[in-house]
């Protein structure tokens, strides 16, 4: 068996950024398909005017990238004992080490990204739901790195070395490190239980706020834009547990919530009608329109077949938000990949080991642990296949913590629990946290990986 040690790499480090083959014939495919698309005729229509500004903006952005490199310059990364650096066809921003709080991998449609966060940018963060989706994508980072192109990269070393960067500043200032704890648990603090009877009221004024939205895109636009009631029905979820923080939701709660969920687009109707209309706004209109519109939908269910459904659909995700059966992995498990002995499902970048059988695996157990093994781990990978995780046996028998795994086996000195995915021998260090999720008793059930 040979050790491959990742090792941080020595600083100053620059590399360039180079397109690849298939990116330059992706640009001239996109931009072939734009400009066909402009000279379809309009006759008029706003939307396919407004569509083919739009699309002769993105044939511009696309030509500039490809212009770029040739008059300032191609993009570049580079990193040094006092900061990172990246220039990129928007700008370049650079972060000195002393300014960097955390760093962290992570991928959008598969693509990889470096993240670093700021002190400051930590501090000033915003807990709102239009923050939360900007975070999904990968908003709430300082800065943010593409690292495909960046073809001699090794993306686990940088890793080490950013890591290894901030690590040491951290040691360098102490008290910083000990206001964070403090700012963390004050927030913990300022994010106790929330009342149920304001986290209803707050979910019924995202409803009727999206339902009016709704309405008037339906009646302006002639265009049933279903991304508003999607939208809707995350936030309403969102806000929800935001109010309203509970172990356990019971039936009438959730019953409740769909029934929110489901308002916006009844609500979205009314408007519409009114609108159409040009009927005045008063309670008698709107509960003569509800009982007419309700006995016209029982009467003709098939021509308001797509609000019924949207209806249904909301009323199901807001019941059910938050919460998945179990049963469904006996209906997964024979499609579930597996690697050795072990069950896998993937999710971006991340791979899900499951240690205990998935059918018995709970993911609404509330009393579920999770540890982060940050350093010491060992692993065999063939791209993006995983073949083999090793986990210091001394930081699982310090905090009690009970795994199953295939052998024990020592490396450099220090005994390994073996996870054999199918190994053909070699490994190296693992650079990036591992999260093992445990039952209440501390044994490993599922071990989520970084790749």
Known sequence: MQNKKVEPYSLPLRAEFRNRI????????????????????SEGDLILIVSRAILGILSALVIYTWVYPFIKGKPYLEVTEEYIKYKSIYGTKQIAWTQALTAQIYSISNAKMLGIVTKEHHRKRKGT?????????????????????????DIDRLYLTVKDKIRKEYEKEPKYTEDISTMDAAEDEIESEGKLGTALLRSIEISIAFGIVYGISIYILN????????????????????????????LLVRLLLGAISSLQIFIAVIVSVIA????????????FLLRQYISYTLENPME?????????????????????????????????KRWGRYYIIKESHIINVFITDPVMYDENDKHKLAFNVGEGCYIEKDKKRVRCF????????????????????????????????????????????????????????LVKLEV
């Not at 739901?129 to 495909?148: D, K, M, T, V, Y």
């Not at 159409?276 to 509960?287: A, D, R």
Request: charged fraction near 20%; hydrophobic fraction near 45%; proline fraction near 4%.
């Open 276 to 287: 159409i209309g040009e009927m005045p706004l008063s309670l008698q209109n709107i509960n």
């Open 223 to 250: 265009v049933n834009f279903l991304l508003i009631p999607a939208i809707g029905i995350v936030g309403i979820s969102y806000y929800f547990n935001r109010e309203y923080k509970q172990a356990h939701i019971n």
């Open 304 to 336: 308001e077949f797509i609000f019924i459904l949207l209806a249904v659909v909301s009323f199901i995700y807001g019941s059910l938000q938050d919460y998945s059966f179990k049963f469904l992995y006996v209906f997964k498990k024979p499609f579930m």
């Open 390 to 445: 090793y986990v210091p046996r001394y930081i699982l028998d310090k905090e009690n913590i009970k795994m199953d795994y295939d052998s024990i086996e020592t490396i450099e000195g220090t005994e390994c629990y073996k996870l054999d995915l199918g190994s053909n021998g070699g490994y190296r260090q693992y650079v990036y946290p591992c999260i093992l999720v445990m039952s209440s008793e501390k044994h490993v059930e």
């Open 129 to 153: 739901f239009w923050a939360e989706i900007h975070e999904g994508q990968g908003g709430n980072f300082s800065i943010r790195i593409p690292l495909a192109n960046f073809r001699d990269i």
């Open 22 to 41: 298939r990116d330059y014939f992706t640009g001239a495919f996109l931009i072939a398909l734009f400009i066909m698309m402009i000279f379809i005729p």
